[in-house]
């Protein structure tokens, strides 16, 4: 009987029931990799050019993939998570030298200037902490922000603020008679250097006393209404003056009129008293009297002492102070001669 083989017996092959090959290793990873590049989005550094001042030497970039892809920057985002500001910003506003002295001296760098604006009508003082490098040069980056500022307007006092409102403005008798014995405590008497310097200033004889004032006041208050019967100018640069007897009991003395008075009074706000001279004047009108005083030279009156704060500014912080304005305003726009004023 013959001998019967039988055949090896075939070993299975493994198929994936989906079809799909199977892959082994990093593939996956690439592939992943690929797939993310293709419509995700990834981060990179971009180096700046030497010839860009005032810029890092590289900074991020945020690159999007996919049907819009696009660089965009990545600053707004890390801001949310800014654990203090990047530079110091702001204007802090004082209420005198004392305070900008001080505050200036805490917050101050080498670079730190001081500008002074000297305009009467709105005298002040502004630190810029963060001004240019004077050590520098452009190329290394010497331009700062100019955010940084400490500023003082100064403030006009109650006193000189009436005073002011009223200066050269007309005034009938009783007008003028109540005025002046409202703000007969804001006069002096002058001791007599002082007295004859601010004569031969306004070109008068002599500067009237508050009493002097208090009289005259008192004389037209009798004599509301009164017409002028008499006027009479005296070499000694005053004069006098007498009303038609129109009041029971007055005794019709004529009434003597300085040339001028002072006043003793505080400038700025929380300030010393200073001495102001004032031109008096009046006219006749249709027979009754109209007064005017002028304060004499009010620009220069500011200014001085205006001038006094710049070089006690400039001793006690060691910052130069110039008068006029910086360039650039506190938000950053460029001052032109057009916008300087602003």
Request: hydrophobic letters at 40%; zero cysteines; proline letters at 6%.
């Amino acid at each position: 009987m013959a001998e019967t083989t039988t055949p090896p017996t075939p070993e299975p092959t493994n198929w994936i029931s989906n079809g799909a090959t199977t892959l082994e290793g990093d593939a996956v990873d690439k592939i992943a990799e690929l797939g993310s590049r293709a419509s995700g989005a990834e981060t990179d550094w971009l180096s700046t050019p030497d010839e860009f001042t005032g810029l890092p030497e590289s900074f991020p970039l945020g690159i999007v993939h996919g049907d819009k892809p696009g660089i965009v920057s990545v600053k707004a985002l890390a801001e949310e998570w800014r654990l203090f500001p990047e530079a110091r910003r702001g204007i802090a506003i004082v209420g005198d030298v004392a305070s900008l002295i001080e505050l200036v001296n805490r917050q101050k760098t080498e670079n730190s200037v001081v500008f002074a604006r000297s305009d009467w009508r709105s005298p002040s003082l502004t630190a810029v902490i963060d001004y240019h490098d004077r050590e520098r040069s452009a190329v290394d980056g010497d331009a700062d922000w100019g955010k940084h500022r400490v500023h003082y307007a100064f403030p006009f006092s109650d006193e000189w603020s009436v005073w002011l409102k009223n200066d050269g403005k007309a005034m009938d008798q009783g007008q003028f008679a109540e005025f002046i014995e409202e703000r007969l405590p804001d006069m002096t008497t002058l001791v007599e250097a002082e007295n004859g310097h601010h004569a031969r200033e306004l070109q008068v004889d002599r500067i009237g006393a508050p009493m002097d004032i208090a009289a005259l006041a008192r004389g037209l208050e009798v004599n509301v209404g009164g017409k002028l019967k008499q006027n009479v100018k005296l070499q000694s640069g005053e004069a006098k003056i007498s009303f038609e007897e129109e009041h029971t009991g007055k005794d019709g003395a004529p009434i003597s009129v300085p040339g001028a008075f002072a006043l003793q009074i505080p400038l700025f706000y929380n300030e010393e008293p200073i001495t102001i001279p004032v031109r008096l004047r009046y006219r006749i009108v249709g027979g009754s009297l109209m007064w005017i005083y002028k304060l004499f030279r009010v620009d220069r009156t500011v200014a001085e002492a205006v001038t006094l704060a710049k070089r006690e500014v400039a001793e006690r912080t060691g910052l130069a102070v110039y008068e006029g304005a910086p360039e650039m305003t506190a938000q950053g726009s460029i001052v032109t001669s057009t916008t300087a004023g602003a």
